[in-house]
């Protein structure tokens, strides 16, 4: 286990910056995740924390040591790779026992561990089969073993879970969370799927051309996102973001397509131009009209099991909303809509800051 | 109908690559006086006799192993120095790897010929002449472009996040090209192999100018100088032709799996 600590840390390919002055400490023993649309980073931090690519500038520190001119093997940090990246001339025994062989482990330490490992992972009937007759469920559970056996002080991830099934992924998330449990290592993970970064970690940072937008818990996250790109990219389907104006400033008074709403916000939006969000499950579509409700019409619906989202017009602009199962919507039919004032973010529009 | 079209081709072709080496194989087991008769079918009379005449002297057992030896150490020195160099091309951060592998192709353009009389200069120079030494270091020059490219390609198929694992693993560049790399792109290193072994057993010029004697000529060369001042022995050339073709086909027989792995890889998806 090892605290990871970032200063100042750059790194260019070329003339493209990939990530700028990064500084960031993940705690030790803690699930921390990186998130973000692709090309933003995020597998160069992983990258630069195992030792494979090599930071322009900055340090980094694992505890109170400098590991920027160690070597991957000198560490101490392991690795699942998206494509599980195993041995294909290995079994699995051979597999997982490469990391310890390497290190020069004596033969029955070795054994003995492989047996654990493979044990923990539920393995045992698989260890004298060659990757290529494995099933992907199987060549992740391999990868991990193979990264867990040498008890590392920093588990790093990179999309482990994005070449399986949907089925065989939710599944797996159970499984990382309870081997997190017996281990107790520090682990850092990158994905592109904010639902499974909401779902597994501790702490995520949102990251966006090499920059951190904002880094907390996922509720911190959900509930408060610091800007309209973490707002966007935080929560599925993502949110629906309507342009409105301010008309008075304390108390804040805001037209919002044509609705007059007095939302809670911490400040006061500087300019008067301001993008107002709602997440598609607070704004409620059906026929019955209510305080403080709206026309819209229906454009398309879609069912989502226990409720159904439904696209709708909104004054000419298209939003999402959430509907229930039997309220029996139509394309084209005009209904009402309504969402509670105080759950809405507002932002300023120039900025995407949140106010 | 299309059965035997594709029969028929198949037979075509398989009688155009053997015909030579059936020819040959035929004429060394023919009786001298019937040697040029054509069409060169089976002799009634078989005789083997040309192989006891060429086994008879002990010169051809030491031209056997001269090019045993050259094209076997041209072979591993080959392998060795082509995977170091491919690996780097292909899984190491360096730049310009094209000007690189562009250069080391130029060397395969010059046509031997033109190549041939500094090279004699060179080895000469060396005290090189004559040895087995002095055309290891020639074939393994002229055969690098051909296993650094073959073996570039193998290892550049090989996804890099294998290499990258055996680096976190906790190997140094040269174990995991040991322990992963090579093992790993197996086929692609037995092919490339088992190509330059043919390239140093068959080469001729080289041979032929950087030899003088017994104690380093390799067999074409050998046998190219098989006629003597009044006759050309046809029978003898055909055995020794029949006889130092067997390692190759064995080699190839051996390794067939292997090779056509290698020759296909990556043609379509395993």
Known sequence: MAEIRFEKIEKSFGNVTVIRELDLAIGEGEFFTFVGPSGCGKSTILNMIAGLERADRGRIFFDDTMVNDLSPGDRDVA???????????????????FPLRIRKTCKETMNREVDQIAALLGLEELLSRKPGQLSGGQRQRVALGRAIIRRPKVFLMDEPLSNLDARLRVEMRAELKKLRRELGITIVYVTHDQEEALSLSDRIAVL????????????DLYLRPADIFVAGFIGTPPMNVVRGTVREKSPLVIDCNGRIISPLTENSPPKSDVLVGIRPDDLAVSHEQE???????????????????????????????AARRDEGLVPGEKVYAVFAPENVLVFDAESGNRT | MRKT?????????????????????????????????????????????????????????????????????????????????????????????????????????????ATVCPLYLVIRALGLRDTWWGLVLTYTTFSLPLSIWT????????????????????????????????????????????????????????????????????????????????????????????????????????????????????????
């Open chain 1, 291 to 321: 305080k403080g409700s709206f026309r819209v019409t229906v454009s398309e619906i879609e069912p989502a099991g226990p409720f159904n989202w439904v696209d709708v017009i909104w004054n000419g602009v298209p939003v999402r909303g």
């Open chain 2, 151 to 270: 073996l570039t390609g193998f290892f550049a198929r090989i996804p890099d996040e294998i290499y990258l694992a055996a680096r976190v693993d906790g190997c140094s560049p040269f174990q995991a090209l040991c322990r992963i790399m090579l093992p790993v792109a197996a086929p692609g290193v037995f092919t490339a192999a088992i190509l330059v072994f043919i390239f140093a057993w068959n080469e001729f010029l080289f041979a032929l100018t950087l030899t003088s004697t017994t104690a380093s000529r390799t067999v074409p060369v050998a046998i190219a100088l098989f006629p003597g001042l009044h006759e050309i022995p046809w029978g003898d050339i055909a055995a020794a032709s029949v006889v130092v073709t067997v390692p190759l086909l064995a080699l190839v027989f051996l390794f067939q799996r292997r090779i056509v792995e290698g020759l296909t890889a990556g043609a379509v998806k395993g």
């Open chain 1, 79 to 97: 690795m699942v790779f998206q494509s599980y990246a195993l041995y294909p001339h290995m079994t699995v025994r051979e597999n997982l026992a």
């Open chain 2, 5 to 113: 079209l594709f029969y028929s081709v198949l037979l075509l072709v398989v009688g155009y690559c053997c015909g030579p080496y059936l020819w040959q194989l035929i004429t060394s087991l023919k009786p001298d006086g019937e040697l040029t008769a054509l069409p060169p079918v089976f002799p009634e009379r078989v005789t083997f006799s040309h192989y006891v005449s060429i086994f008879r002297e002990s010169r051809f057992f030491r031209i056997i192993l001269n090019s045993a030896a050259v094209a076997s150490v041209t072979t591993v020195l080959s392998i060795v120095i082509g995977s170091l160099a491919a690996f780097g091309l292909a899984k190491l951060n360096l730049r310009r790897k094209g000007v690189i592998l562009g250069f080391v192709l130029s060397v395969s353009m010059f046509p031997p010929i």
């Open chain 1, 208 to 219: 966006e051309s090499g920059r951190i937008r904002q880094c907390g818990t996922a509720l």
